[in-house]
């Protein structure tokens, strides 16, 4: 009887969602496929937009979208919203040491940082100022961290001949992809400047700029492209770049002597010294006076000399009379007992010699074969051959001609010295070459300074019999006067 009453009392109708949700349930997570019989909606996590609240990014209002869509499933007019929510996504880091830990989420943001990517390279990418700022903050919550403690005796990044393996960054295969996102921001070609300089400032590129003493060389290789096109898109930057670069140089020559970035800096730096305007202003001389020049004085001098060099000759081809400065400069650091870092030096001096002018050569001629004699003389055989090579080289040998009367009479006596002591028969024979040469070049000069040479050795000689005979004079009167004391000491008694 109640059945049947309770039957007749009308039923409230059941109410549908709002519109607004495309039919899906508050709640919903989109993890399986939902129908609404009532509605006769469809929905799906893979073809429905699932909008979701943007807590990181500021996206001028509107709304986030699912960051696990993809570019191809949406309207064009929500790619922009989707960019910035795949960005807020990659700012996630994750542990590569324990990469099984973690394998599926490092998976998912490999491949939404080669979407990201993808998507830029199409040019439907918007760099408005929301996703300048949302890149650049994802760019530096992946690249900026504090590198281990170098442990390693030559932290260099293989400098010196013992050279080790370079470590490589087990989180490469992400850092990559961010490197070429931010490289693609960089070289944007519609990036509003101004707004781009609020969110790259110079703490950012400090920060950048640190990342130069990573092991890694790919990453190393990666930041001088990216690190090139800032200084070249932001002028605004220029001087800052400069300066910290060379508190950089600074900081290895003269405190830590421990830097994995020196080589790319410098490359860097080679072409920006190609565009420096003429005259050159005063800062630009200081870096070569005060930055390039003392890296010549580091042990690990030839993990970058190559690169040293072409800044330094770049400097000389945009004012020749900086060729002093710098054969002063080469004087000043020239290594006494390293070898290998003499030979550098001589391939080096011998390229800037080629750029000097006869003014510039005459003010330092005198003080440099000084020093080329004594490597004319080295023991280490290569020294001495390097040294003999100089000669063969036309515009040297032009500058020499020019200056026989001061230049001849020093080298000769360091052949002749090479004539009567040195070990090597090929030093031997480049000696008597280089005779020859001279010769050729002004026979009498050659011929007076060789009896000049000779009257200094018969001199020498006289000397050194002189100061022996002195010296057994004086231990022969030191042990009489022994003898006497030991006998005042011990009288005979009887």
Same mark, same amino acid.
């Given at each position: 009887?109640?059945?049947?009453?309770?039957?007749?009392?009308?039923?409230?109708?059941?109410?549908?969602?709002?519109?607004?949700?495309?039919?899906?349930?508050?709640?919903?997570?989109?993890?399986?496929?939902?129908?609404?019989?009532?509605?006769?909606?469809?929905?799906?996590?893979?073809?429905?937009?699932?909008?979701?609240?943007?807590?990181?990014?500021?996206?001028?209002?509107?709304?986030?979208?699912?960051?696990?869509?993809?570019?191809?499933?949406?309207?064009?007019?929500?790619?922009?919203?989707?960019?910035?929510?795949?960005?807020?996504?990659?700012? #996630?880091?994750?542990?590569?040491?324990?990469?099984?830990?973690?394998?599926?989420?490092?998976?998912?943001?490999? #491949?939404? =940082?080669?979407?990201?990517?993808?998507? /830029?390279?199409?040019?439907?990418?918007?760099?408005? *100022?929301?996703?300048?700022?949302?890149?650049?903050?994802?760019?530096?919550?992946?690249?900026?961290?504090?590198?281990?403690?170098?442990? &390693?005796?030559?932290?260099?990044?293989?400098?010196?001949?013992?050279?080790?393996?370079?470590?490589?960054?087990?989180? @490469?295969?992400?850092?990559?992809?961010?490197?070429?996102?931010?490289?693609?921001?960089?070289?944007?070609?519609?990036?509003?400047?101004?707004?781009?300089?609020?969110?790259?400032?110079?703490?950012?590129?400090?920060?950048?700029?640190?990342?130069?003493?990573?092991?890694?060389?790919?990453?190393?290789?990666?930041?001088? %492209?990216?690190?090139?096109? /800032?200084?070249?898109?932001?002028?605004?930057?220029?001087?800052?770049?400069?300066?910290?670069?060379?508190?950089?140089?600074?900081?290895?020559?003269?405190?830590?002597?421990?830097?994995?970035?020196?080589? *790319?800096?410098?490359?860097?730096?080679?072409?920006?010294?190609?565009?420096?305007?003429? +005259?050159?202003?005063?800062?630009?001389?200081?870096?070569?006076? &005060?930055?390039?020049?003392?890296?010549?004085? +580091?042990?690990?001098?030839?993990?970058?000399?190559?690169?040293?060099?072409?800044?330094?000759?770049?400097?000389?081809?945009?004012?020749?009379?900086?060729?002093?400065? /710098?054969?002063?400069?080469?004087?000043?650091?020239?290594?006494? %007992?390293?070898?290998?870092?003499?030979?550098?030096?001589?391939? *080096?001096?011998?390229?800037?010699?080629?750029?000097?002018?006869?003014?510039?050569?005459?003010?330092?001629?005198?003080?440099?074969?000084?020093?080329?004699?004594?490597?004319?003389?080295?023991?280490?055989?290569?020294?001495? #051959?390097?040294?003999?090579?100089?000669?063969?080289?036309?515009?040297? =040998?032009?500058?020499?001609?020019?200056?026989?009367?001061?230049?001849?009479?020093?080298?000769?006596?360091?052949?002749?010295?090479?004539?009567?002591?040195?070990?090597?028969? $090929?030093?031997?024979?480049?000696?008597?070459?280089?005779?020859?040469?001279?010769?050729?070049?002004?026979? #009498?000069?050659?011929?007076?300074?060789?009896?000049?040479?000779?009257?200094?050795?018969?001199?020498?000689?006289?000397?050194? *019999?002189?100061?022996?005979?002195? @010296?057994?004079?004086?231990?022969?009167?030191?042990?009489?006067?022994?003898?006497?004391?030991?006998?005042? $000491?011990?009288?005979?008694?009887?």
């Amino acid at each position: 009887m109640l059945k049947q009453f309770l039957n007749k009392i009308p039923r409230k109708a059941v109410k549908t969602d709002s519109p607004d949700t495309n039919g899906m349930e508050q709640g919903d997570n989109s993890n399986g496929f939902q129908c609404t019989l009532g509605g006769a909606t469809f929905s799906s996590r893979f073809n429905v937009v699932k909008r979701v609240s943007s807590a990181v990014f500021p996206t001028g209002g509107t709304e986030a979208v699912d960051p696990h869509m993809s570019f191809k499933v949406v309207s064009n007019s929500q790619k922009q919203s989707l960019f910035l929510s795949k960005l807020t996504l990659c700012c #996630e880091l994750y542990d590569f040491n324990d990469h099984d830990k973690n394998y599926s989420q490092i998976n998912l943001k490999h #491949e939404t =940082l080669i979407e990201l990517v993808d998507f /830029v390279s199409s040019g439907s990418v918007k760099f408005n *100022e929301a996703a300048i700022s949302a890149t650049c903050k994802m760019c530096a919550i992946n690249l900026f961290r504090v590198f281990p403690p170098k442990d &390693r005796s030559n932290s260099m990044g293989g400098a010196g001949e013992d050279a080790e393996e370079p470590m490589f960054d087990p989180a @490469w295969s992400h850092l990559q992809i961010v490197y070429d996102l931010l490289l693609r921001l960089v070289s944007y070609s519609s990036l509003d400047l101004k707004v781009a300089k609020k969110y790259m400032d110079h703490s950012f590129i400090l920060r950048l700029l640190d990342l130069f003493d990573s092991e890694d060389p790919r990453e190393r290789d990666c930041l001088k %492209t990216v690190m090139h096109r /800032v200084y070249g898109k932001f002028m605004v930057h220029r001087p800052f770049i400069r300066k910290a670069v060379s508190n950089i140089i600074y900081r290895f020559v003269f405190e830590t002597q421990r830097h994995n970035g020196i080589s *790319e800096l410098l490359e860097i730096f080679g072409s920006v010294i190609s565009g420096f305007a003429l +005259p050159l202003k005063e800062e630009h001389k200081m870096f070569l006076l &005060r930055a390039l020049i003392p890296l010549h004085k +580091p042990k690990p001098l030839g993990v970058y000399h190559q690169q040293l060099t072409y800044c330094v000759i770049q400097f000389i081809d945009k004012d020749q009379k900086l060729a002093s400065v /710098v054969i002063k400069g080469l004087l000043k650091y020239w290594p006494i %007992t390293n070898s290998q870092k003499e030979l550098m030096f001589l391939s *080096e001096l011998e390229e800037v010699l080629e750029m000097t002018s006869i003014g510039e050569f005459q003010k330092v001629m005198g003080p440099l074969f000084r020093r080329i004699a004594y490597c004319l003389n080295s023991t280490h055989y290569q020294v001495s #051959e390097r040294a003999h090579l100089l000669w063969k080289n036309e515009h040297i =040998l032009n500058l020499v001609s020019q200056n026989s009367q001061a230049i001849i009479p020093l080298t000769l006596s360091a052949l002749e010295r090479n004539s009567q002591n040195h070990w090597n028969q $090929a030093v031997l024979n480049l000696t008597r070459n280089l005779k020859k040469i001279l010769s050729e070049m002004d026979e #009498e000069l050659v011929t007076s300074s060789q009896r000049t040479s000779q009257e200094e050795g018969s001199t020498l000689s006289s000397t050194l *019999e002189k100061r022996k005979a002195a @010296w057994e004079r004086l231990e022969a009167a030191a042990r009489g006067s022994l003898i006497s004391t030991d006998s005042a $000491a011990c009288p005979v008694t009887f």
